[in-house]
T-cell receptor, first 115, second 112 residues
Framework: DADVTQTPRNRITKTGKRIMLECSQT?????MYWYRQDPGLGLRLIYY???????NKGEISDGYSVSRQAQAKFSLSLESAIPNQTALYFC??????????????FGPGTRLTVT | GNSVTQMEGPVTLSEEAFLTINCTYT??????LFWYVQYPGEGLQLLLK?????DKGSNKGFEATYRKETTSFHLEKGSVQVSDSAVYFC???????????FGAGTRLFVKA
C-alpha cells in the first residue's frame, strides 16, 4: 500500500462549489504539505502543517483552507471553486532524515478541473 | 529570494543517448539541492540530492554535482532508457528548513 494516499484522484466540479481533497499518510511523519502544480510553474506551496495544532499558510493560500484532523490526515478545501484553481494537487509529508535535510514524500496527486 | 531555473522541455532523446538537464539556482547561504522525478500519473519521487558544495548525488545511473561557483546542479545520465521518460524537477531547500523551492520541470521523452 502507498505511504501517502490522496482522494479523489480526479474531480470535475463547477464554479462556486465547495470541494475537499483528502490526504492520508502511514509514514508517521509530523509534517504535511499541500502543493499545486501548474504547467511551466513547478510546484507551489499552499499550506503546511508541523503538527495537528500548527497550520501555516504557504505562498498561494488565498481561496484555500485546510484541516489537520489527525497526525495522519490533512485535508484541503476550496470554499468556492473558481476555474483558475484547475490544477494538479499534491500532498506531501516529511520528517528529519538525520543528515540535516528533510526528505519529502509525495502522494499520487489529485487532478481537479473547475468548469 | 530563492529560485530555481531549469531548462525548458520537452527533451526528446533516443535510447542509450546521453542526457543533460541544466539547473541553476539563486539562494542565500548554502541550500541543499535535489532532483525529483515524476512518472506519468504518479507523485514526485526523490531521485538524488546533495547537501554541500562539490557533493555528487547519484541514483539509478543519474548524477548531479553541486557546483557553488556556477550555482548549478545539472542532471546527467550516460545512457537513457525508455523507462526514464518522465518529468524531472530541480529543487532547493535551505539546510534544516522545510520549504522546498521547485523549478518548472523538464519533460523527457526517450524513444526506442
Amino acid at each position: 500500500d502507498a505511504d501517502v494516499t490522496q482522494t479523489p484522484r480526479n474531480r470535475i466540479t463547477k464554479t462556486g462549489k465547495r470541494i475537499m481533497l483528502e490526504c492520508s499518510q502511514t509514514k508517521g511523519h509530523d509534517r504535511m504539505y499541500w502543493y499545486r502544480q501548474d504547467p511551466g510553474l513547478g510546484l507551489r506551496l499552499i499550506y503546511y502543517s508541523f503538527d495537528v495544532k500548527d497550520i501555516n499558510k504557504g505562498e498561494i493560500s488565498d481561496g484555500y483552507s485546510v484541516s489537520r484532523q489527525a497526525q495522519a490526515k490533512f485535508s484541503l478545501s476550496l470554499e468556492s471553486a473558481i476555474p483558475n484553481q484547475t490544477a494538479l494537487y499534491f500532498c506531501a509529508t516529511s520528517d528529519y532524515s538525520g543528515t540535516g535535510v528533510y526528505e519529502q514524500y509525495f502522494g499520487p496527486g489529485t487532478r481537479l478541473t473547475v468548469t | 529570494g530563492n529560485s530555481v531555473t531549469q531548462m525548458e522541455g520537452p527533451v526528446t532523446l533516443s535510447e542509450e543517448a546521453f542526457l543533460t538537464i541544466n539547473c541553476t539556482y539563486t539562494a542565500t547561504g548554502y541550500p541543499s539541492l535535489f532532483w525529483y522525478v515524476q512518472y506519468p500519473g504518479e507523485g514526485l519521487q526523490l531521485l538524488l540530492k546533495a547537501t554541500k558544495a562539490d557533493d555528487k548525488g547519484s541514483n539509478k545511473g543519474f548524477e548531479a554535482t553541486y557546483r557553488k561557483e556556477t550555482t548549478s546542479f545539472h542532471l546527467e545520465k550516460g545512457s537513457v532508457q525508455v523507462s526514464d521518460s518522465a518529468v524531472y524537477f530541480c529543487a532547493l531547500r535551505k539546510t534544516g528548513g522545510f520549504k522546498t523551492i521547485f523549478g518548472a520541470g523538464t519533460r523527457l521523452f526517450v524513444k526506442a
